[in-house]
């Protein structure tokens, strides 16, 4: 069956613009996650969608936020964007919370 | 709130020699899943391990969950090249619907 697939894979932005990353899950998974992965900081986690709810949420300012669909499609938004928001931003997907992870390809967002 | 450590943070061996990584918890766990992202890849899912002193092996890959169900270690006999990677332990808590809280990971590189 089809992974994980995120869109786009890469992202050039500058500085005050925002940006929305989107992420398939694997059919009949319902939890979406989200995490930010920059060199030594590992796999921070932002949020977690499960059924359309936001269901657990990571230590990240309020310009972060998401959503999921009834297909449980998600997308991430980031607004007003700051060169530290410079990462790959992993989606991953399971059929509950706390169970192995899916992870799709990633999007690397670069900000000028 | 749970934190997840893990150490040591880099580990550089010659091929054929051993390698551990440790994973300690604050907190106890409900499971602690193991996975291992290449580099320029994504995490992907190895192990879960859920029972009190479980030990499971994958071919020269040993992972252990401690007696208290707040540690774990993921053991590789005889490295090869292809372990290069960053691993990553994962812990699930003991409340229903929590999202898993990822380690920073212990990044092991091999030379031959």
């Known amino acids: 069956k089809a992974g994980v697939t995120q869109t786009p894979r890469y992202l050039i932005k500058t500085r005050g613009q925002q940006v929305t990353l989107s992420c398939s899950p694997i059919?009949?998974?319902?939890?979406v996650s989200w995490y930010q992965q920059t060199p030594g900081q590992g796999l921070q986690f932002l949020f977690e969608?499960?059924?359309?709810?936001?269901?657990n949420k990571g230590n990240f300012p309020g310009r972060f936020s998401g959503r999921q669909f009834s297909n449980s499609r998600s997308e991430m938004n980031v607004s007003t964007l700051e060169l530290g928001d410079s990462a790959l931003y992993l989606c991953?997907?399971?059929?509950?919370?706390?169970?192995?992870?899916?992870f799709g390809d990633g999007t690397r967002l670069s900000i000028l | 709130g749970q934190q997840v450590m893990q150490i040591p943070q880099y580990q550089h061996v010659q091929e054929g020699e051993d390698f551990t990584t440790y994973c300690n918890s604050s907190?106890?766990?409900?499971?602690i899943q193991w996975y291992k992202q290449r580099p320029g890849g994504h995490p992907v899912f190895l192990i879960q391990?859920?029972?009190?002193?479980e030990v499971k092996k994958q071919k020269r890959l040993t992972f252990q969950f401690g007696e208290a169900k707040k540690n774990s270690s993921l053991h590789i006999t005889a490295t090869q090249t292809t372990d290069v990677g960053t691993y990553f332990c994962?812990?699930?808590?003991?409340?229903?619907?929590?999202?898993?809280?990822f380690g920073k990971g212990t990044t092991l590189s091999v030379s031959s």
């Open positions: 991953a997907s399971s059929l509950w919370g706390g169970q192995p992870q899916h």
């Open positions: 059919s009949g998974h319902r939890s």
């Open positions: 969608y499960f059924s359309e709810t936001q269901r």
């Open positions: 907190t106890t766990l409900s499971n």
């Open positions: 391990l859920v029972k009190s002193g």
């Open positions: 994962a812990g699930g808590a003991d409340q229903a619907g929590t999202a898993l809280i």
